[in-house]
């Protein structure tokens, strides 16, 4: 079996997991009521919209990686988080309880992860399209959509 990830390389995957909320929250703050759900260009998601997509695959992504912490080699059933949006209706809620519940969320989730073993982070389920993923695998993934995710609002509230 190949090499895990560093200790660095948790500790850091950890610190940009714990910090999206905040770096959400940051940048949602310099919206006005009609700038999460106007004016936006074609085919552009407005910063609700992008919320409401980042909480469904939040709400796929995450249970992920408690599922190849409980179970060995776990399948990892593919979801469209553009239907689980709709069904759960996310766009529709305010900014504030999707951001409130993404805090309360990912602090539950790193809390998770600071008390896991260096050999949990190598725990393996299989996803079925992408195949074999690891905690770590799963976890930088997250924090990555959350890096795209952040860096859209940013560049939709900035024009």
Same mark, same amino acid.
Request: proline share 5%; glycine share 4%.
């Given at each position: 079996?190949?090499?895990?990830?560093?200790?660095?390389?948790?500790?850091?995957?950890?610190?940009?997991?714990?910090?999206?909320?905040?770096?959400?929250?940051?940048?949602?703050?310099?919206?006005?009521?009609?700038?999460?759900?106007?004016?936006?260009?074609?085919?552009?998601?407005?910063?609700?919209?992008?919320?409401?997509?980042?909480?469904?695959?939040?709400?796929? *992504?995450?249970?992920?990686?408690?599922?190849?912490?409980? +179970?060995?080699? =776990?399948?990892? &059933?593919?979801?469209?988080?553009? #239907?689980?949006?709709?069904?759960?209706?996310?766009?529709?809620?305010?900014?504030?309880?999707?951001?409130?519940?993404?805090?309360?969320?990912?602090?539950?989730?790193?809390?998770? *992860?600071?008390?896991?073993?260096?050999?949990?982070?190598? +725990?393996?389920? =299989?996803?079925? &399209?992408?195949?074999?993923?690891? #905690?770590?695998?799963?976890?930088?993934?997250?924090?990555?959509?959350?890096?795209?995710?952040?860096?859209?609002?940013?560049?939709?509230?900035?024009?």
């Amino acid at each position: 079996m190949a090499s895990g990830p560093t200790r660095e390389e948790i500790e850091a995957l950890i610190v940009r997991l714990a910090a999206a909320p905040s770096r959400y929250a940051a940048a949602l703050s310099r919206l006005e009521d009609a700038d999460s759900v106007s004016d936006m260009h074609d085919g552009e998601w407005s910063p609700v919209q992008v919320l409401a997509h980042v909480r469904a695959a939040n709400d796929i *992504l995450e249970p992920r990686i408690y599922h190849v912490l409980v +179970r060995e080699n =776990t399948p990892l &059933v593919a979801y469209d988080d553009g #239907v689980w949006a709709q069904v759960a209706r996310y766009a529709s809620l305010p900014i504030t309880e999707l951001l409130e519940t993404m805090k309360h969320k990912r602090k539950e989730l790193v809390y998770m *992860l600071k008390g896991i073993s260096p050999e949990d982070w190598q +725990r393996t389920g =299989t996803h079925e &399209v992408r195949g074999p993923m690891t #905690v770590f695998d799963l976890a930088s993934y997250v924090a990555d959509h959350d890096d795209e995710h952040i860096a859209q609002i940013e560049a939709t509230i900035g024009r």
